[in-house]
């Protein structure tokens, strides 16, 4: 073992103890020296001063309401609705000034978290038949429906409210109109729309581009048009030429600035299922913004957040055979260093994933399964997954299960992580078989 893994092998005891964690050495070194490079890239940030001001007047009061809800959570009560409202306060916060409607929207919170029996959420609003009855904004009613839609398409079920939320988007017109009216924000103002740019190319992209989600597209609208607006938008008028990247657009006076984010791209290449062009160009983008704060890099802070990981984990996947031999040996040990900090800080010797970074508990189980899933920690099918597996596998699933199932079952986190989780074991199962 080198010096390396052992002194991580060291940091990582207490959980080892209880995972049995097996880190593989590192093959000895070749002959010939390994060539690196460094290759860099202009990364844009822009800067919103309110974001600052925002924060430092409303985050400490949500945080404490996080907390609540959190540890609220854990014990299986149901706080769809409160989850809801949270995600949507936490967006005004930081891509707002729009300090009346977070002062509204706290005080629905607390409401939602002091009300001896809550209302009931309803699976669907009867108005609009989406999925998220407790948001105000059109965008969040419609990115929050993706999951239980996929959900009910899974179990063979169509939406019983029709989904009048299409309505602003349901045409191919109107499909680019509003990615037009998303992709550039003004930085003089008080309105960073990057958050909103992302909901909607995740919702939409799910929604036109996923084979799984056919079956729950409303019948009357034309999905294949709408897939290839969408499809013609984001090859021809989004995608950065020189870094192969997708990101929000920012005004500076008379200069037009682009963005690398990582989610937005993510979300992409996984919709098209890795078929987008320029993507030397994206992967090597990926290495380079490794410093770079989230979203435009994948600096969290020194925090771990197993959703970035798997963001760039699963990019690498994607690219892998787009790499050179240096990028591959880059990519390997950036995966190296992703999974041994993430069982070092995401999870507990009882199996259960740190919520702090997440909305939802349940949110936290989802992205470190997926995590642990793309990069083969659970010893499965990923070609990277050499260098850290767990060795008693089937312990931390019954772990992770178990703290699960204590959760709210109708969370749709609950439902998505679930199905992961059978996934992986048929998976295992086959392998085991072959």
Not at 59 to 87: T, V, W
Not at 231 to 241: G, L, S
Not at 326 to 347: E, G, Q
Request: include cysteine; glycine fraction near 4%.
């Amino acid at each position: 073992m080198t010096e390396f893994a052992y002194k991580t092998a060291c940091r990582l005891a207490p959980l080892a103890a209880a995972l049995l964690l097996t880190i593989a050495p590192l093959p000895a070194a070749a002959q010939d020296p390994i060539e690196l490079r460094l290759h860099r890239v202009e990364s844009y940030v822009p800067t919103f001063p309110v974001k600052k001001h925002m924060n430092g007047r409303y985050r400490p009061q949500l945080n404490l309401l996080r907390d609540e809800m959190h540890q609220r959570m854990k014990e299986g009560e149901d706080l769809r609705c409160a989850a809801q409202i949270f995600e949507e306060i936490h967006w005004l916060i930081n891509y707002t000034d729009r300090s009346e409607a977070i002062e509204r929207r706290l005080d629905d919170l607390r409401a939602q978290l002091s009300a001896d029996s809550p209302a009931e959420t309803p699976l669907q609003d009867p108005e609009d038949g989406s999925f998220g009855a407790c948001f105000e904004e059109w965008i969040w009613r419609f990115f929050r429906s993706v999951d239980p839609l996929k959900n009910l398409a899974r179990e063979g079920k169509t939406p019983e409210v029709p989904l009048k939320i299409w309505e602003p988007v349901d045409t191919p017109e109107e499909i680019e109109a509003l990615f037009e009216s998303l992709l550039i924000s003004d930085e003089s103002s008080g309105h960073n729309k990057r958050k909103e740019l992302n909901l909607a190319i995740t919702a939409l992209g799910q929604l036109l581009w996923l084979e799984e989600t056919a079956s729950v597209f409303p019948e009357h609208l034309d999905r294949e048009a709408l897939a290839e607006a969408l499809r013609r938008f984001v090859d021809e008028r989004w995608q950065d030429p020189d870094t192969g990247y997708w990101g929000a657009w920012y005004r500076n006076g008379e200069t037009l600035n682009k963005t690398n984010d990582l989610s937005m791209t993510f979300h992409i290449l996984s919709y098209r299922d890795g078929q987008v062009a320029r993507r030397e160009e994206l992967a090597n983008t990926t290495f380079a913004i490794r410093n770079v704060k989230y979203p435009y890099g994948w600096n969290t802070g020194g925090t771990q957040n197993n959703h970035h990981a798997y963001d760039v984990a699963r990019i690498i996947n994607y690219t892998w055979e787009d790499l050179d031999g240096t990028a591959r040996a880059y990519a390997i040990a950036t995966l190296f260093l992703l999974k041994t900090r993430s069982l070092a800080h995401s999870i507990n010797d009882d199996g259960a994933f740190d919520p702090r970074p997440f909305t939802t508990v349940a949110e936290a189980y989802y992205f470190g399964v997926s995590f642990f899933d793309e990069t083969g920690i659970f010893g499965n099918r990923q070609p990277l997954s050499e260098r850290v597996v767990i060795t008693n596998t089937e312990d931390l699933l019954r772990q992770i299960e178990e703290n699960l199932q204590a959760l709210d079952p109708k969370d749709p986190w609950v439902a998505a992580t679930d199905f992961k989780l059978r996934e992986l074991k048929e998976e295992r199962a086959l392998r085991a078989a072959e």
